[in-house]
């Protein structure tokens, strides 16, 4: 009976070993970044939280990744140099070179990654726009592309 049971807890645990697990974040690589500015405006009358304010320079080095990711609220970037590619959640990719700016989208409807595909580093200048006591950015899986 004993061997029975150890059999069974044995295989229930390969099983559980075995099976599939949720979809994982993406680590970032080759990001380094610095916060210029950062201040949070009051909640106004009728809203129940301020709007957190941040100023980031992103440099990605050459082969580097954001990592899949979404904001809580919007953010507008400028490619200082460098060529910034993103995969969007529907698996298209949106190329943006040096001296052009982006608006991203934001929730978690709204996963993208950001890549360094070039030889030279990319650096963003990056004005995050998030809902008071949200991080800059949100971990997400990658989507089945």
């Known amino acids: 009976m004993l061997l029975r049971s150890s059999v069974v807890v044995l295989s229930c645990a390969v099983a559980a070993a075995l099976s599939a697990s949720p979809a994982q974040a993406t680590p970032s690589s080759g990001v380094t970044a610095q916060i210029l500015f950062e201040t949070t405006v009051p909640a106004v009358a009728g809203s129940s939280a301020g709007t957190d304010l941040t100023l980031r320079r992103i440099e990605i080095a050459p082969g580097g990744t954001t990592g899949w990711h ?42 993208h990654e950001g890549s360094n595909l070039g030889t030279e580093p990319l650096v963003l200048l990056a004005f995050y726009t998030e809902p008071e006591g949200k991080p800059l950015s949100e971990d997400a899986p990658a989507p089945a592309c």
């Open 70 to 111: 979404y904001h809580d609220g919007p953010v507008y970037a400028f490619v200082e140099s460098g060529v910034l590619t993103r995969t969007l959640q529907d698996c298209t990719t949106a190329v943006t070179t040096a001296g052009q700016a982006i608006t991203e989208d934001h929730g978690s409807d709204h996963v």
